[in-house]
Each structure stands twice: as structure tokens, then as C-alpha cells.
T-cell receptor
Framework: EAQVTQNPRYLITVTGKKLTVTCSQN?????MSWYRQDPGLGLRQIYY???????DKGDVPEGYKVSRKEKRNFPLILESPSPNQTSLYFC???????????FGPGTRLLVL | GIQVEQSPPDLILQEGANSTLRCNFS?????LQWFHQNPWGQLINLFY???GTKQNGRLSATTVATERYSLLYISSSQTTDSGVYFC?????????FGKGTSLLVTP
């Protein structure tokens, strides 16, 4: 089954404690990206990757890091989380940058 | 970047009713996507529709690229159609999402 997976689905952490949210796709997509969704602000892109070892900033990259060492995986790293990073995070992939986007199930993050 | 505006922001329907959701975008686009976010938060791609009309069951979408708008039609609505409907247009290598239309279908 073609899918995009994220882990964990729910996470409560404290300010400053490094965390990683994993994203994996089994559909051989070249393009992957991360979004955050906040009430009143909608979905905003954090980072994207056009292919392995190619990543670039989206609209709201501050406080986040990503890596793309393998085609299927695109982890999101919060080196020192802060309460303003409390949000619903989505990973997405597509065959190419402008293609149909397939979203993971989302990760709800609460930073205390 | 490209601006994407959706209307109406909220909509309440009785089961069986039809509705039309609108998406306006500020610049020419080479694709337009519609998504449904269900009450559990999951985002499902409904249509990839740069122009023309597509249909999928009770849902159909039309994009008039020259006039910079897209419409999503929901016919014979069901309670499972509830959720938020987003349209999104590309700006660079990101998708720019509208703020969504929140739909509640009552029994």
C-alpha cells in the first residue's frame, strides 16, 4: 500500500529537549516536504527536498533542521524546541515538486 | 508569493444538500489541488486539477485557469463529508494553501 508515515503521532516534550519526527514514504517519490498547521494561519511549509541530499527552506524554517540521506526518509529535527513550535506537523511527498501531494497522518506536538 | 483565498469560510448543510466551494488565486498557476481534512486531522488529496473539470463520485472540481479560480462541487452531501476543504496552488516549490472552508453536514 502506497503511503507516507510519520512517527510519533503525538508528542509532549519540554523546552530545549531535542526531538526528531520521522517521515518515510514507500512510493519512490523524489519530492518531500514538511508543513506545520496552526489555527488561523493555515498550513505553512517548513522545509522541502527535491531529491536526496537536496534540501531548501520553506516559509517558516527557523528552529528546524532536516536531512535527506535516503530517498524514502525525511526527518524533521527540532534541536531546541520552544512553546511556539507547538503545532500539528505534516510530512508530504510527491513524484515531483509540482505533483499531487500525499500527506502523512500528522504529528501533534506540544512543547511545555 | 501567490495568494489563495477560499470562500465561504464556514458552511453548514443538511444531509443530501449540494454545495459549491470557491478558490481564487492571485496569479497564473500550472496546477491546483483540493484537499479534505477530516475531523481526525488527516489530509486527503481530492483533485489535482490545473484546468478543466474532473469528477470523483459525488465530488467534482472545475478550474478556470484564465480567470484564476477553481470550484469544488459536493453533491448529495453526507455526514462523512464534514471537515475542512483546502485548495492549494504552487508558489516556487511550496504549495500555498488557502485558509479552508469548514463544512459541517448535519443528519
Amino acid at each position: 500500500e502506497a503511503q507516507v508515515t510519520q512517527n510519533p503521532r503525538y508528542l509532549i516534550t519540554v523546552t530545549g529537549k531535542k526531538l526528531t519526527v520521522t517521515c518515510s514514504q514507500n512510493i519512490n517519490h523524489e519530492y518531500m516536504s514538511w508543513y506545520r498547521q496552526d489555527p488561523g494561519l493555515g498550513l505553512r511549509q517548513i522545509y522541502y527536498s527535491m531529491n536526496v541530499e537536496v534540501t531548501d527552506k520553506g516559509d517558516v524554517p527557523e528552529g528546524y533542521k532536516v536531512s535527506r540521506k535516503e530517498k524514502r526518509n525525511f526527518p524533521l529535527i527540532l534541536e531546541s524546541p520552544s512553546p511556539n513550535q507547538t503545532s500539528l506537523y505534516f510530512c508530504a511527498s510527491s513524484l515531483q515538486g509540482y505533483g499531487t501531494q500525499y500527506f502523512g497522518p500528522g504529528t501533534r506536538l506540544l512543547v511545555l | 508569493g501567490i495568494q489563495v483565498e477560499q470562500s465561504p469560510p464556514d458552511l453548514i448543510l443538511q444531509e443530501g444538500a449540494n454545495s459549491t466551494l470557491r478558490c481564487n488565486f492571485s496569479d497564473s498557476v500550472n496546477n491546483l489541488q483540493w484537499f479534505h481534512q477530516n475531523p481526525w486531522g488527516q489530509l486527503i488529496n481530492l483533485f489535482y486539477i490545473p484546468s478543466g473539470t474532473k469528477q470523483n463520485g459525488r465530488l467534482s472540481a472545475t478550474t478556470v485557469a484564465t480567470e484564476r479560480y477553481s470550484l469544488l462541487y459536493i453533491s448529495s452531501s453526507q455526514t462523512t463529508d464534514s471537515g475542512v476543504y483546502f485548495c492549494a496552488a504552487p508558489g516556487g516549490y511550496a504549495l500555498n494553501f488557502g485558509k479552508g472552508t469548514s463544512l459541517l453536514v448535519t443528519p
